[in-house]
């Protein structure tokens, strides 16, 4: 209305541009881009560097052969035992940390009660969510080097018990991925509008058809982010493998039950692998910690990618 | 930098437009006794599937709902008018339980199915006979098909096989004038459909109980006047199998589609009826200032 009055105006047309705005507002402004693109360029570097050095040391060989004992850890040796030692140990975490993070979440969300209860679980969560995971890890050594606990690893020839395994190491991992999960979950949860789980009632439907039927369907894509940010976290994670899964160089089964042998035996991950390798651990391979680095934050990014794109699926399955 | 635009001018309400708060039992107690007889067992030669007897429900201390007693009966559609905040929604979801989902609520009197109180049943089951489509649509994030298979399905029996459940699916889409539209499309996403078809959907959902009793709370007021049309039709097309009690805030509707309206006011019910005797001769005062001058 009033533009039309004024003729030097007219032909503007979008009145709202950065330069009209406060100095104060230019400079938020432009300092938020400049992060922004910072942040790329740090992402990117990342990828270029560990890139540039592992497909310069990465081979086939390397990832298909084990660790072997030798006096010279760059000739000897590939890293498939840590490798596959990743994948159980992340495959173990997430296995137990997704019903944990989804039941509670299902049960804080949707019963919540008593509710000081509720509150008490969820300050609860938050404190091992910022638990630092060595110590989860010495705490797990120490919580299962108990008689009770045998089972769970090996016992010395003293009787002692060790407490070092996949089994132990995967239960403490576990903790590191609920929170997440459970975060998601409830969030997931919480999104979903009274009117659908009223409408479910009103079908005949009791809560729990209603709550495995519905509710987590419709926040599976929740339940998938937490879960591949948990699965992230565990993949990444040194302290508790030095500490509960022993950092050996091959898997050393106890037993000789075919799985549980391996579960209840110690071995080692590729976090592990790098730090031992590094300059900064013994091996002092590290072209091999270059190339078991490169192949974790593969193994990591395509995971996340992964799981974008399956909550992508499913999200377009339902809405 | 802007001219200064006027302000728009204070809007007040005419003193003689502002509504009339008039306590229901004076305004209606010379027509009391004819309404009393109209709800009464025995007034209709058809058959009775529920009755609503001297409920009342109250949210903590405040009544919401106060002694109505109201038949439900079979081949005919029940539409409830009245002011917003009256009690509509809150009398329909008694009907079915559902207000048992809100804890501060309390209800006195009673309500039977062909004879059983409601009370007697258990809940799933009640719900399955007395299905009720809200005044949202509200289809579950799932595909067409899982909306309407979900409402068959047993709770305990063993999962019936998709062969079984894909004629009652039909049927049931067929029943809400929707199989035309969506059957080729079973598996897509029921959140894409129109919200015109969302709330066939959910009629759909609704209708695949096989229920004794059907509940609407304004299943048109999100819709188009197209999709009201639409559904409008279905009502009185589903009046042959199905009792029906609809909420809405559109007398035009109610006079459409009802074959009885009863008005609430205050939580009571002030006038019932059929279409004609309450919309033509209103027997309370508060029902003539309410639907009068909508037919003038
Ligand atoms: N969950 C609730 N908790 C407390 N009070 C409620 C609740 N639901 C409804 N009420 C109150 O009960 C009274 C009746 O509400 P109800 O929703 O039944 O009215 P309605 O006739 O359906 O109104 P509308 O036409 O606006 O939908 C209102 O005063 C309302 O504030
Ligand atoms: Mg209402």
Redo the contacts with the bound molecule.
Sequence with gaps: MSTSSRPDVVHRRGKDTVKSWPLADRIAYYACWAVGIGLCLVAASLILFMLNKGLQYVSLDLIFSNPAVGSDQSQTGGFLAPLLGTFILTLLGTIIAIPLGVGTAVWIVEYGRPARLARAVESGIEVVAGTPSIVLGIFGLLLFSNGIFAFMSFRALGGAVGGRSFLTAGVMMSFIALPLIFTSTREALQQVPAQVREASYALGKTKWSTIRKVLIPTARPGILTGTALGMGRIAGDTAIVVILLGATMQIEKVGSAPLVSTLRGSGSTLTSYVYNNSPAGEGNAPQKAYAAAFVLLLLVLALNFGIDLLSRRTKKEIV | MNSPTPLPPIKRIDPSRAPKVVDPRHDSLGAADAIAAAVAPGSSERVERMRIDDLSIA??T?P?VRNVTLPVREGEVLALI??????????LRSLNRLTEL?D??VATGSITLDGQNIHALEATDLRRRVSMVFQQPNPFPMSIFENVAYAIREQAARRPSKSTLAPLVREALEDAGLWDEVGDNLDHPALRLSGGQQQRLCIARALASKPDVLLMD?PCSALDPKSTEIIEELITRLREKVAIVI?T?NLQQAHRVGDNVAF?YL?ELVEYGTVDQVFNAPRAERTQDYVGGVFG
């Design positions: 949210y903590g405040k919401a009245g002011p917003s905040g009256c009690g509509k929604t809150t009398l809100t501060t609520a304004e909420v805030h609430m939580g």
